[in-house]
């Protein structure tokens, strides 16, 4: 069935998974203590900060709550909480220009290309819906934004839960079916796949150097780059 929305993953599908754990992980890692300390206050960082604090134990110093994200950072855990801090220091590094965020060469063209077709595209990240906006407003291709129609995070459930892809094809409002999810992660696409989603792997050298093929693909549409997805 030809898909009418295209709803793609970013780390390790758009763009390299080195980028985020070699600029973006660091980044907020080393900014998060001072960060905190100049923005605590405000309301939409507090929310955050005490959500961290409540999940190790209650009343805590801010101190702390930095030290624990920090350590979250370095395993890579997929807390809301996290990200979306992570985000907003993100939006700043983007401003000033630290960084660029990575597109792989072939993506920006193919996705101007399908929403020129009329495809509806979406995203859906593990990454906050701000940050996953930085990535799009900033990227090595350019401000790509406008070329995404809708933005998901871990606030609609976790990527490899099924319920997680059908909420998401409720808010989409079209069948499930009709929606193809594209993802690095075969987990991820299990889960996809049992919500009803057609499914397709991102299996990228860069990120992948050993190909995974076979049974590895749990028998999920697997490609190279974005110029090797037939619809």
Same mark, same amino acid.
């Given at each position: 069935?030809?898909?009418?929305?295209?709803?793609?993953?970013?780390?390790?599908?758009?763009?390299?998974?080195?980028?985020?754990?070699? &600029?973006?992980?660091?980044?907020? $890692?080393? /900014?998060?203590?001072?960060?905190? /300390? #100049?923005?605590?206050?405000?309301?939409?960082?507090? $929310?955050?900060?005490?959500?961290?604090?409540?999940?190790?134990?209650? /009343?805590?110093?801010?101190?702390?709550?930095?030290?624990?994200?920090?350590?979250?950072?370095?395993? +890579?855990?997929?807390?809301?909480?996290?990200?979306?801090?992570?985000?907003?220091?993100?939006?700043?590094?983007?401003?000033?220009?630290?960084?660029?965020?990575?597109?792989?060469? #072939?993506?920006?063209?193919?996705?101007?290309?399908?929403?020129?077709?009329?495809?509806?595209?979406?995203?859906?990240?593990?990454?906050?819906?701000?940050?996953?906006?930085?990535?799009?407003?900033?990227?090595?291709?350019?401000?790509?934004?406008?070329?995404?129609?809708?933005?998901?995070?871990?606030?609609?459930?976790?990527?490899?839960?099924? +319920?997680?892809?059908?909420?998401?094809?409720?808010?989409?409002? &079209?069948?499930?079916?009709?929606?193809?999810?594209?993802?690095?992660?075969?987990?991820?696409?299990?889960? /996809? $796949?049992?919500?009803?989603?057609?499914?397709?792997?991102?299996? $990228?050298?860069? +990120?992948?150097?050993?190909?995974?093929?076979?049974?590895?693909?749990?028998?999920?549409?697997?490609?190279?780059?974005? #110029?090797?997805?037939?619809?």
């Amino acid at each position: 069935m030809q898909p009418r929305v295209i709803l793609t993953d970013i780390e390790g599908t758009t763009s390299s998974i080195s980028f985020v754990k070699n &600029v973006l992980f660091p980044y907020a $890692r080393k /900014a998060l203590p001072a960060f905190i /300390a #100049e923005h605590g206050r405000e309301p939409g960082v507090r $929310r955050w900060l005490d959500a961290v604090a409540a999940e190790i134990g209650g /009343a805590c110093q801010d101190s702390l709550v930095a030290e624990t994200l920090q350590g979250w950072i370095d395993q +890579d855990r997929k807390h809301t909480a996290l990200k979306a801090l992570q985000g907003m220091i993100w939006d700043a590094g983007y401003k000033r220009g630290d960084y660029t965020a990575h597109f792989y060469p #072939e993506v920006a063209a193919v996705l101007q290309r399908w929403h020129a077709q009329g495809l509806s595209l979406h995203v859906y990240s593990s990454g906050s819906v701000p940050a996953q906006k930085q990535f799009f407003g900033y990227s090595t291709a350019g401000d790509l934004t406008a070329l995404v129609s809708g933005w998901f995070d871990t606030e609609v459930g976790g990527k490899r839960e099924a +319920d997680s892809y059908r909420r998401i094809v409720q808010t989409i409002g &079209v069948p499930a079916p009709e929606i193809l999810f594209l993802s690095d992660v075969v987990e991820e696409l299990d889960a /996809a $796949r049992e919500a009803g989603l057609q499914t397709c792997l991102l299996d $990228r050298r860069d +990120d992948y150097p050993q190909p995974r093929t076979g049974e590895a693909t749990h028998a999920h549409t697997r490609v190279e780059s974005f #110029e090797q997805i037939t619809l």
